[in-house]
């Protein structure tokens, strides 16, 4: 894949192209054959792509430019979202991804990233397209205490040591975005920093009704779900995203599925307060409220802890040991952006 000055940030037929076999080797990439697109209508672009032998999963990567279709300037590169095979022993001959996210007037081209062997291989790109409408990135609505739309969602971490509970809640109402098709997008993450690795972890439900995840809901106690290397320091809680899961099915009782589709939104930003309750040298409880602490919050350790998702990411390997999330079928999905 050409390297360009890129971006990062932050589901049906499937069409047989042809057949790869280029992968990562000793940290070395080689181009692999392009992902074909198609406009579905004037809001959705169909992404279909071979299929590698030995691959764990696929993640689908989207470039925009505002300007023209040679993409001279890229104004965004992003992972928008990923494909596994149900059994990776038996492949379908191709994948397709169906993106609804797209803006009315931009270009866009894809590419895609595989994961094999702890490795990653990147395809080149695919040709440009540009939509005559669209609704935009998929995104969370977070809104205050009187129901007006903000930039950034609220939340305080309630640091308790006379209880001993560490746990976020909510101060703001998020609506997760809605979908064209029949899926939809369900549970909320956190995504958090301790300066080397960035996780995302399951913060709420969104309601199956209202598709919102409201006001004063709270995590579970932190440290029971946070890595070993996320306790016992300072760690960021840097913004919030919801998923969304599509099944490919071989048959109509959808019991044996080629693959899943995953989508997720952009990240939404958010401000974190403090609530912290603590005794005093005469052993008086004393709280501390409201003191914006910049998204910096201390999660105490547990001994004895172990975790075998605990990873240790790097932007600069090949090698995707990097921000991975558990889905809620225990599918791994990996949000890390393109560091080829």
């Known amino acids: 894949m050409k390297k360009s000055s890129i971006i990062s940030c932050i589901f049906p037929a499937c069409w047989a192209i042809f057949f790869m076999t280029a992968c990562v080797v000793n940290g070395d990439k080689n181009d692999i054959t392009a992902p074909t697109i198609r406009r579905l209508s004037d809001t959705n672009v169909s992404v279909s792509f071979n299929s590698l032998s030995g691959m764990s999963y696929a993640n689908i990567f989207r470039q925009r430019c505002d300007e023209d279709s040679k993409f001279n300037t890229i104004k965004e590169t992003v992972n928008i979202g990923q494909v596994i095979p149900a059994n990776t022993g038996d492949l379908t001959?191709?994948?397709?991804?169906?993106?609804?996210?797209?803006?009315?007037?931009?270009?866009?081209?894809?590419f895609i990233r595989y994961y094999k062997d702890n490795y990653y291989s990147y395809t080149g790109y695919s040709p440009a397209i540009q939509n005559t409408a669209g609704v935009g990135e998929a995104e969370l609505i977070a809104?205050?205490?009187?129901?007006?739309?903000?930039?950034?969602?609220?939340?305080?971490?309630?640091?308790?040591?006379?209880e001993d509970s560490y746990m976020l809640e909510l101060n703001s109402s998020l609506l997760v975005p809605t979908s064209a098709d029949t899926t939809v997008f369900t549970d909320i993450y956190y995504v958090i920093s301790n300066g080397t690795s960035v996780k995302p972890y399951r913060f709420a439900e969104?309601?199956?009704?209202?598709?919102?995840?409201?006001?004063?809901t709270k995590t579970n106690d932190m440290r029971i779900f946070l890595l070993e290397s996320f306790l016992g320091k300072t760690i960021y809680v840097n913004s919030l995203i919801a998923v969304k899961k599509t099944q490919n099915e071989t048959n109509t009782d959808k019991t044996n599925p080629y693959y899943n589709s995953y989508y997720w939104t952009k990240p939404k930003g958010l401000k974190i307060f403090l609530d912290e309750t603590y005794r005093d040298s005469s052993g008086k409880e004393q709280k501390k409220q409201g003191e914006s602490i910049k998204n910096g919050i201390y999660v105490p350790k547990i001994d004895d802890r172990t975790n075998s998702f605990d990873y240790n990411p790097s932007t600069k390997m090949i090698a995707p040991t990097r921000t991975l999330l558990t889905a809620d079928d225990g599918a791994i999905l990996d949000i890390s952006p393109c560091n080829p």
């Not at 991804?97 to 270009?107: A, C, H, L, P």
């Open 93 to 110: 001959n191709s994948f397709n991804f169906i993106d609804e996210f797209v803006t009315s007037g931009s270009y866009y081209r894809y």
């Open 143 to 162: 809104k205050d205490e009187y129901d007006l739309v903000v930039t950034d969602a609220k939340a305080t971490y309630h640091d308790n040591k006379v």
């Open 206 to 216: 969104a309601d199956k009704d209202t598709k919102e995840v409201a006001i004063g």
